[in-house]
């Protein structure tokens, strides 16, 4: 209508259209959003997929109707009509974990800022690999335009099937497969440096907490290492195995009898929870640590650990994060183009007042 600026009928048609969308209580479709936003459909396409050109003011006008609307995209369809999805997939292993938590919040961070949308799958902590693989089919169902691995539990050979498909990064763990590229922390200098710790300290006589390689292949490498490294200066190793998945809590008890026995003088464990347990435990047999038990853990990330005390050693979760994401899309940029890489990242020893000279 004459004397009408536009501003207000585009104003007025968005509304109508809102209240009409809420009232049938109809499922918001984008042509409903192109309605609203007055604009077509295609362009609301090309807006929430980000292809250019689309002016500030027509992006913010679809935008607009989006949020009143409550539209929300079909992530499938959108990577179907692109030519490579911008969409990963994220299988996470237990994030009660602080080391996995923390690798998650820095992966999302880093995918953010390579323009990438993250979904992620956790299974439940107490299943096995056959759940973590069925979690990965249904991202794959997703459209994922590539995955990342962050799992103690699944074995490079379980992601074989995948690697036709999609290209697969593993993050936080070891890795040698191949046709796999691997971003991960140097378990076997993290175990050999806490060993040197302890040897400088003096004791000849150590238990290390040795979690098999289906619990967690990341805890067997370092507690292997310590171990190892121990017997390789001709001290005293007393092996503490165990294969029970999802128990934390596993062997402390038989360490718990070396130390009342004064068999070991320190405790050796692959990470810090696992070390935590225990010093409650020794802590309730009226064990003084480091006094008569000496402790060293291995992740460095759960809060406040200065406040504690706890000897361990930090790992660079950050730089793995971030250098993990950076391959992965490296390889959806250039599928085939890119050598398969596998890289160690070192973390830093931190100093405690759980590691005490021997007696």
Request: hydrophobic share 40%; aromatic share 4%.
């Amino acid at each position: 209508m004459p004397g009408i600026p536009r501003a207000r009928t585009m104003e007025e048609s968005r509304s109508r259209v809102v209240a009409e969308v809420r009232r049938e209580g109809l499922k918001v479709r984008m042509e409903d959003v192109a309605r609203a936003a007055n604009v077509s459909r295609a362009t609301v396409s090309r807006v929430l997929v980000g292809n250019p050109p689309v002016s500030p003011q027509t992006r913010e006008q679809v935008f607009k109707a989006v949020r009143e609307l409550g539209y929300v995209p079909n992530a499938m369809a959108q990577g179907l009509s692109k030519r490579k999805s911008d969409l990963v997939g994220l299988l996470l292993r237990d994030p009660r974990n602080p080391a996995y938590g923390q690798l998650h919040s820095l992966v999302q961070e880093a995918a953010s800022n390579h323009g990438l949308e993250l979904i992620t799958a956790v299974p439940h902590w107490k299943v096995g690999v056959e759940d973590e693989l069925a979690a990965l089919r249904r991202m794959l169902g997703l459209r994922v335009g590539g995955l990342l691995v962050s799992t103690g539990v699944i074995k490079a050979v379980d992601l074989e099937p995948f690697l036709d498909s999609v290209p697969v990064v593993s993050v936080g763990r070891i890795e040698n497969h191949p046709r796999i590229h691997g971003i991960s922390y140097d378990e076997d200098v993290h175990g050999a440096t806490l060993a040197d710790k302890v040897a400088a300290a003096g004791h000849l006589s150590v238990a290390v907490l040795i979690p098999s390689a289906r619990v967690s292949t990341a805890e067997n490498r370092r507690g292997s290492s310590m171990a190892v490294h121990l017997e390789g200066r001709g001290m005293m190793v007393h092996r503490v195995e165990t294969d029970a998945f999802g128990q934390p809590e596993a062997g402390i008890d038989r360490i718990l009898e070396l130390a009342r026995d004064g068999r070991a003088t320190a405790a050796m464990f692959p990470n810090d929870n696992r070390a935590m347990i225990f010093l409650r435990a020794a802590r309730a047999a009226g064990l003084d640590v480091p006094g008569d038990i000496s402790v060293t853990g291995c992740d460095g990330i759960i809060p406040g650990l200065d406040l504690i005390g706890l000897t361990t050693l930090r790992i660079p979760v950050e730089r793995v994060a971030e250098r993990g994401v950076e391959i992965l899309e490296n390889l959806m940029s250039n599928p085939g183009g890119t050598e398969v890489r596998h890289e160690k990242f070192a973390g830093d020893f931190v100093p405690g007042t759980t590691l005490g000279p021997a007696a």
